[in-house]
């Protein structure tokens, strides 16, 4: 009985220390991770516009909706979100092409749908 409480006494040890040696190594990858940046998701389904934008670092966000003449339809400035959703109903808009275009700390990206 003594040998075995000897062995699992041994091999906690070990396990500990393979999990303590290797926690330095882990907890990098852990922070590359998270330094990840992702770009904005544009969903189109028939005359709507998803837009899903992970912001973990929950800074401002700016997302701007242009016609085909460059004037502004909408805008938002959106701070402090770390998920930021849209849904864009463009059923009832005038024929035209629209552009949304998401402005964070990562970039600018734009999706443009017609309206027939």
């Given at each position: 009985?003594?040998?075995?409480?000897?062995y699992?006494?041994?091999?906690?040890?070990?396990?500990?220390?393979m999990?303590?040696?290797?926690?330095?190594?882990?907890?990098?990858?852990?922070?590359n991770?998270?330094?990840?940046?992702l770009?904005?998701?544009?969903?189109?389904?028939?005359?709507?516009?998803?837009?899903?934008?992970?912001?973990?670092?929950?800074?401002?966000?700016?997302?701007?909706?242009?016609?085909?003449?460059?004037?502004?339809?909408?805008?938002?400035?959106?701070?402090?979100?770390?998920?930021?959703?849209?849904?864009?109903?463009?059923?009832?808009?005038?024929?035209?092409?629209?552009?949304?275009?998401?402005?964070?700390?990562s970039?600018?990206?734009?999706?443009?749908?017609?309206?027939?």
């Amino acid at each position: 009985m003594k040998s075995v409480l000897n062995y699992v006494t041994v091999a906690a040890f070990l396990l500990g220390t393979m999990g303590f040696a290797n926690g330095p190594a882990k907890s990098e990858v852990e922070k590359n991770l998270i330094s990840v940046e992702l770009d904005p998701v544009f969903v189109k389904k028939g005359d709507k516009l998803f837009l899903n934008l992970l912001n973990l670092s929950q800074d401002k966000v700016v997302v701007k909706v242009y016609d085909s003449q460059n004037r502004v339809v909408y805008s938002e400035a959106i701070k402090g979100e770390m998920v930021v959703e849209k849904a864009f109903n463009f059923e009832k808009a005038f024929e035209d092409e629209y552009t949304v275009v998401v402005v964070d700390e990562s970039g600018t990206y734009r999706e443009t749908i017609a309206v027939k």
